[in-house]
């Protein structure tokens, strides 16, 4: 019988060619080849969990494996373009003996031999000493986790067409960002950004699978004057690259871009905002660990200082105000890995276990506070059901196009999107930023001139209370985040968030920023 040693041995050395491969992969008849394939697939991926626990001995071994390849290509048009390429390979387990013990490891090493040494080397650093005698040969079996029963995945999150581009089509991609700039007197960088992802669940039993896998890509382009006196900004995010069109998104930034040539300045102060999609999520991924159950903020009643129970274990969960209403009537958030739109994998990390599964969450329905985020661990004190961060998220929407919003307002601010968002006061939610890329003041109806950006100083658990009117959701383009070791989950590709454009009252434009 093959051993997994064998079958991982296979693996590794498919994926040591792989980069090789996918420079010359092809589509026959509208079909990848199977070498523009950068991830694994599941049996590979099976092969991979079965030999750490060969390599481990660990009885009740569960085992995660996440695999992410990404592509980007980067240029300043009139300049040589710039690639990189990333293979990420992740490799966790738990091992279940009184409670449960996680080890990680990052590699990129391909020789199983090799292999072998990293994960004994990290078992022996990682997890505590384990001393053997009667008592302890086996474990009891209330140590074994219950069986999870994880959402189905009726649609796909996996396109062919996006793993071939990841090799064949980035170039043609910056040709066609670029070429809406031919003869114009605007400068441009664009990015283009494709990535594939498998991820493989092991259960301890050895008698449950989980496998996921996507495909996502984003094109993103800023349109510059020469003597920087104007910006515009456009972006495109989708799992399938047929649906990606870099021409019309060079075209929107030189639009943009030329709405927004001599701006003037404009006295800052609390006006009507109209937030384009873009704006809105942005908000609302800064907003998504405030949902957190251990996030003491403005989900929570007033008080002086956190619960002592929070200090250590979530014992106790603590008040907070489900149940109330938090936001408009007209605002529904909710995460949903089977969002034919979005979407991500039926599982997830947490502490105190792994291959959590992710159910569909409603977190705030008509604008009453549903549900809170939890992780695995707390779940099991607090007997709540483990929920994700809602990092992924769609927000309902409304009749009202962006031009209907501009001409019902009788005074206010057009706002494109935001840069550097931050949180600045957890309890109250309020955040920090500046306006980017689109600022246009609006009089009567009209668009009457553009204006210099601001800082903005807001909380949007206040104006998602003074909204005035919501458009269309659509999926929302953030541009390529380069890798971030202390915050994974804000590196690209992030998980998608579907929001609609919204205009508000009352919106805090804080002071002049002479930024573009």
């Given at each position: ?297 403005p989900f929570n009643p ?35 890995p089977t969002d034919p ?35 695995a661990g707390d779940a ?137």
């Open positions: 019988m093959e051993s997994a040693h064998t079958r991982v041995a296979d693996f590794l050395s498919r994926r040591a060619d792989a980069a090789d491969a996918t420079q010359n992969s092809r589509v026959h008849d509208g079909r990848p080849d199977q070498d523009a394939r950068r991830v694994m697939t599941r049996a590979e991926a099976h092969a991979l969990a079965e030999f750490v626990r060969e390599v481990t001995t660990f009885p009740f071994m569960g085992v995660i494996v996440d695999h992410t390849a990404t592509a980007v290509a980067t240029q300043r048009f009139g300049h040589p373009p710039k690639g990189t390429d990333v293979d990420a390979l992740r490799i966790g387990w738990n091992a279940y003996l009184g409670s449960a013990v996680m080890v990680d490891i990052n590699t990129n090493v391909r020789d199983p031999t090799i292999l072998r040494r990293i994960i004994q080397r990290a078992m022996a650093t990682q997890m505590p000493r384990i001393v053997d005698n009667d008592d302890d040969d086996k474990p009891d079996a209330t140590d074994i986790p219950k069986p999870a029963v994880y959402l189905p995945l009726p649609v796909p999150l996996w396109h062919p067409r996006s793993a071939v581009a990841m090799a064949a089509e980035r170039g043609s991609a910056l040709a066609q960002l670029s070429g809406p700039f031919h003869g114009t007197a605007w400068r441009g960088t664009g990015t283009v950004a494709v990535a594939a992802r498998s991820f493989y669940f092991l259960s301890p039993e050895g008698n449950t699978t989980v496998f996921g896998e996507s495909t996502d890509c984003e094109v993103s382009i800023t349109a510059r004057s020469v003597d920087g006196s104007a910006a515009g900004w456009s972006g495109q995010a989708r799992r399938d690259w047929d649906q990606i069109k870099p021409t019309d998104a060079a075209r929107a930034a030189i639009a943009r871009a030329e709405q927004q040539q001599n701006p003037s300045r404009f006295e800052p102060g609390r006006y009507t905002a109209i937030l384009s999609a873009t704006a809105v999520g942005q908000l609302l991924r800064a907003m998504a660990r405030m949902f957190n159950v251990r996030w003491i903020g007033p008080q002086s200082a956190p619960p002592p129970e929070l200090e250590t274990a979530l014992t106790v969960v603590p008040a907070d105000r489900r149940g109330q209403r938090v936001f408009d009537p007209r605002i529904t958030l909710s995460s949903d739109e979005g979407g991500d994998f039926p599982f997830f990390y947490g502490d105190g276990g792994m291959g959590t599964p992710n159910p569909k969450s409603t977190w705030i329905e008509n604008g009453v506070l549903k549900l809170r985020s939890v992780d099991l004190q607090s007997g709540m059901i483990a929920r994700k961060d809602p990092f992924l998220m769609r927000m309902s929407g409304g009749p009202t196009s962006v031009e209907e919003m501009i001409a019902s307002c009788e005074r206010g601010i057009y706002v494109h999107r935001f840069a550097n968002l931050e949180v600045i006061d957890g309890r109250s939610g309020a955040m920090s930023g500046f306006t980017r890329d689109g600022c246009l003041l609006i009089m009567n109806g009209k668009v009457s001139r553009p204006i210099k950006d601001f800082r903005i100083f807001e909380s949007p658990f206040l104006s998602m209370n003074r909204v005035l009117a919501l458009g269309k959701p659509e999926r929302v383009a953030f541009g390529f985040t380069p890798p971030n070791a202390q915050n994974p989950e804000l590196q690209w590709p992030l998980p998608p968030i579907i929001a609609p454009p919204m205009m508000v009252t009352d919106f805090n434009f804080a002071a002049l920023s002479d930024a573009v």
